[in-house]
């Protein structure tokens, strides 16, 4: 562990905050890294440090998806994923209770033993962990937090008299199929959280809970983690699954874990089971205590393998662990993908020498997001191994392009939208990997917009069959009207003799069509979400625009340099796209400061002295100008290091101002005014200087101050550019040159050249 770091195991149930203190604790350090169990989840943290301190500085890295800009400061990532080469500050993993899970644990529990911060270690997640972090990790520092709500079981309750803001968790399709569809006949419809769709259609879905289309949200135990919902009670309608290997009872802990997502911050939920299922009373008692049994072991599994051959590397997944709290696991799916290739003579041909074999090893790690049929899975890695072994080195595009075209089709019911979605995620994981293709870009952007047409089907396949459009609560019916038509009902035939077939055929002929829950805006917004921040203009008003489109307007922040921002004119998008489209803008905000003072951020900083780190400050809060009088007792303490340092960084250091070269420009004016217009109001905001101005004279009534903040202080009679303030105030030192001449410098009337020169301390 590097010297004078520390590790924090930060335990306790669910809606205690862990995730929500990690966070905080690592914007407090220069650099950090969080991983965390689910892409949906990691996406999540993603937005909201972008929110705060711009896309430039974070960084996000899952299987899937990949955004690094050129120096991050903070890595998101899921825990497979985290970049554990790279050095930070600060480093936490959440959901730690999974190094106990029989597929992902090792990963877990190799973050646990390995992954450390410079300065600081966090791992989050259930009390569970506590006696096994205490034996692995002898100096760690224990914190237990409790709930900040209270969690109360209410027992049985009939799906008919489920309370309103409820979700309802089945632990298989089917089963949950089947509850959505009830709840349509009986009360309007439900969203629907499944473990396979995609992140864009789990949005979609949660955004007509949160909205209040719908009343309910009907789920599998993929709603255990990583989502933040607003529900008021978690009711069970079974206490089974199917683990990928045995139909088991979930344990205590496990539906803990489910049944904690009922209530919100300080809010207070409830749980309890749909009848006839009822939940033992000690069950009940246990779940509402948080108390569980204790972990016993991890799994573990070596992260220090053994490239040289085959063998070698089979050997050394096997090594088993010193430790009598891991146990060796040796079913993991990336390991039987492994055995199946190697039992092929032509792949242990190919994979000679520790480049091949690594190379092999990479290929078995593809994950298998379909979970189908193992050999057509392993049959996909042993052809790409191929391939990638093959005279070219990388993948054929043409027999890409047929695989993927295969793919790229929106028809279908749910399961086979479902089932694309997971095809084409292997492949979006696949394209990630730059060095197998030759236009790896290219080919993540195809295969995310394939997912994106796909997860919008997908979406609106689940509303028109889960969800009675018109209102969230049940009503009559009303038959859609036609452009240049009377309303009718097409009367179903009635030779059918079945009474029951008659009522289903007159009913389905009253039924309203369903519509786009997404109307075009929220599509089109989708688009905008993910667009470059080239694609949005921000005005001196603080106006964004996208387009000829306005978008949002910068308001008040906390500080000048962490403006908010109001979305403008787009009362018609959802609550889910308007909050996306809202942290998007935040991160484009922070951005426009982050590119504004670069070079304030720049690691040779660092080598400024106490002094030249207070003048940085100071030229910050002034974005980009000081007057040298209001930091003259730093500008006393420069060393001649800092004056050179702040040469390397475009920075004047004059004998009346201090300013930013990089920042008279016209577009960083520009900016430096949009950021004014949302902090000052009235007299205290300036006025704009026309393109190019030398100076101008100051409007009265203004304050002068804030028109030092756009580089145009005011000496006199006059706001005067930063950068002719100096040569002005050098002008006067040196031999007489003239009212004319002076005034021609600033752009101003000769009889104003007094005034100026005896604010400046100077005679004219």
Known sequence: MPEGSSITAVLGPTNTGKTHRAVERMLAYESGMIGLPLRLLAREIYDRLTARVGESRVALVTGEEKRVPRRPAYWVSTVEAM??????????????????????GHVFTDRLLLARGRRETWFMGADTMRPLIAELLPTAKIEQHPRLSQLRGTGVTKLSRMPARSAIVGFSTPQVYEIAERLRAIRGGAAVVLGALSPRTRNAQVALFQSGEVDYLVATDAIGMGL??????????????????????????????????????????????????ALPGSLTQTIEAHRFPPLRRLLYRSSDLDFASIEALIASLQVRPRARALKLVFEAEDTAALLRLAADPEMRARARGPEAVSLLWEVCRIPDFKKLLFESHAALLGEIFQQL????????EDWMSVQIAEIDEVEGD???LIGRIASVRIWTYISHQARWIERAVEWQEQTRAIEDRLSDALHDRLVARFVERGSGKRSLPVPPKRKGSAPSVEIP???????????????????PQPRDLDAPPDRWI????????ERFSIDEQGRIREGDRQLGQLGRGRTLLLPEVKLTGLDSLGPGARSRLLRRLLAFARDLVEELFAPLRAPVVRELSAAGRGVVYQLEQGLGTVLTAEAQGQVSDLRPRDRELFAELDVEVGARVIFMKSLLTPAAIERRMALCAAHFDGALRPVSPRPGALSMLLPRGLDPGAFTRIGYPVFGTRAIRADLVERFHEALSGADPGALALSNLLGCTPREVPWIAQALGGAA
């Open 389 to 396: 072994t093959g005279r070219k080195g990388v993948l054929d």
């Open 83 to 104: 970049p554990m080469d790279r050095e930070v500050d600060f480093l936490a993993v959440d959901e730690i209770q999974l190094a106990g899970n029989e597929q992902r």
């Open 414 to 416: 749910i399961d086979t």
């Open 493 to 511: 035939d009635p030779r059918p003799s079945n009474p029951f077939a008659q009522l289903a055929s007159l009913r389905a002929a009253l039924a």
């Open 526 to 533: 989708e688009a905008v979400i993910a667009a470059p921040h």
């Open 228 to 277: 933040n919902l607003d529900v008021k009670h978690v009711a069970f309608a079974s206490l089974r699954k199917f683990d990928g290997k045995v139909d088991r009872e979930l344990d205590a802990a496990e539906l803990a874990q489910i049944a904690g997502r009922a209530g919100r911050h300080l809010a207070d939920g409830t749980f309890g089971t749909v009848a006839p299922l």
